[in-house]
């Protein structure tokens, strides 16, 4: 079984600053990590994904994440937000061995202000 | 096309009533889920079909009953619902196999308000 804890429920921030999300998660077995968005009333979308490779994943709208299995973190950034970027982000897990379905994590609403 | 789409985006139900949720997709995908998200939550696995058979039914109560015609096609019957049933239905669809790795693509979701 695996788990994915957000460490922060709400992230506030400055329009054109830089921003972390943060991610941890837990598993007995290797995984594959996602990081999806929700805008409101809609819909989550995809970021990015880490399936393996190098641990740094770049993903849409200039988000990136960095894949660190010591740390067991899978943390979202962004070196510069716009208003538009306000939003939930679901960090997510799934196995990577036999049958696996998408684990998300409680959600990061990410407010951005002029 | 990436979409998935689904009807209603809104349904406002009495807990006598029979209804039912629509999702379609056209890219292909053999694998398609439903999930129910309460207001400031993650979204929770409801239902996993593969290959338009049931794969996982996360111990969801008998009032909620899907069913895949096809493989582009799925739909969630609604019947003698709660009011503690309210919440936004997402409906997702992903290449084909649960091994983990696919993209799952999310429906703007159907907001159902059980009186």
């Known amino acids: 079984a695996q788990s994915v804890t957000q460490l922060d429920s709400q992230v506030p921030v400055f329009e054109e600053a830089p921003v972390e999300l943060r991610c941890n998660y837990s598993s007995s077995v290797s995984v594959y990590l996602f990081w999806y968005v929700q805008y409101p009333n809609q819909g989550l979308q995809l970021l990015l994904k880490?399936?393996?490779?190098?641990?740094l994943v770049k993903g849409i709208n200039g988000f990136e994440a960095e894949f660190n299995k010591s740390q067991t973190s899978f943390h979202l950034r962004k070196p510069s937000v716009h208003i538009s970027d306000t939003a939930e982000y679901f960090c997510?897990?799934?196995?990577?061995?036999?049958?696996?379905?998408?684990?998300f994590g409680k959600g990061t609403m990410l407010l951005v202000s002029p | 096309d990436t979409e998935v789409t689904q009807t209603p985006k809104h349904l406002v139900m009495g807990m006598t009533n029979k209804k039912s949720l629509k999702c379609e997709q056209h890219m292909g995908h053999r694998a398609m889920y439903w999930y129910k998200q309460k207001a400031k939550k993650p979204p929770e696995l409801m239902f996993v079909y593969s290959y338009e058979k049931l794969s996982i039914n996360e111990s969801v109560p008998s009032r909620f009953s899907p069913e895949c015609p096809n493989s582009s096609l799925l739909n969630l019957h609604l019947h003698a619902l709660q009011p503690e049933d309210s919440a936004l239905y997402l409906c997702a669809s992903s290449q084909d196999d649960l091994a983990g790795t696919d993209t799952q693509y999310f429906g703007p979701g159907t907001r159902l308000t059980v009186l």
């Open positions: 880490y399936l393996s490779g190098s641990t």
């Open positions: 997510a897990v799934s196995g990577s061995s036999g049958y696996s379905t998408l684990t």
